[in-house]
Nanobody, 123 residues
Framework: QLQLVESGGGLVQPGGSLRLSCAAS????????IGWFRQAPGKGREGVSC????????YYVDTVKGRFTISRDNAKDTVYLQMNSLKPEDTAVYSC????????????????WGQGTQVTVSS
C-alpha cells in the first residue's frame, strides 16, 4: 500500500525557514511525481509545488517562487520542500501527494496523499 508521511512542520517567525519532508513507503519514488499542497484555515486546498519523475519538470505557484525549493532524493524515497523567507500567509497544513510519472494541475489526479503537517508563521 502506498503511504506518504510528511514531517518538518512547526512554528516559525516571519522571515524564517523550514524544510518539509515527504517520505514514501510501500513504493519507490523513482517513477512518481510528488506534489506539495497546502490548506489554510477557511480556504481551499492550493497546489504549491510539484516535481515530476527524474526531475523532468518542476512547478511552483507564483506566490512561493524564489522562496521555496522542491527536491527529491530517490535513494531515500523522500521529497523535500525547502521554505525560506516565510510569511504569515504561508500558514497552512501542508500535504504531499503522489501520482505516476508527471505533475498535473488537477488535484484529483493525485492518488495517494499524506496526512499533512502544520506550518505556522507568526511572531
Amino acid at each position: 500500500q502506498l503511504q506518504l508521511v510528511e514531517s518538518g512542520g512547526g512554528l516559525v517567525q516571519p522571515g524564517g525557514s523550514l524544510r518539509l519532508s515527504c517520505a514514501a513507503s510501500g513504493f519507490t519514488l523513482d517513477y512518481y511525481a510528488i506534489g506539495w499542497f497546502r490548506q489554510a484555515p477557511g480556504k481551499g486546498r492550493e497546489g504549491v509545488s510539484c516535481i515530476s519523475m527524474y526531475n523532468s519538470s518542476i512547478y511552483y505557484v507564483d506566490t512561493v517562487k524564489g522562496r521555496f525549493t522542491i527536491s527529491r532524493d530517490n535513494a531515500k524515497d523522500t521529497v523535500y520542500l525547502q521554505m525560506n523567507s516565510l510569511k504569515p500567509e504561508d500558514t497552512a497544513v501542508y500535504s504531499c501527494a503522489a501520482r505516476r510519472y508527471y505533475c498535473s494541475p488537477t488535484r484529483a489526479n493525485f492518488a495517494s496523499w499524506g496526512q499533512g503537517t502544520q506550518v505556522t508563521v507568526s511572531s
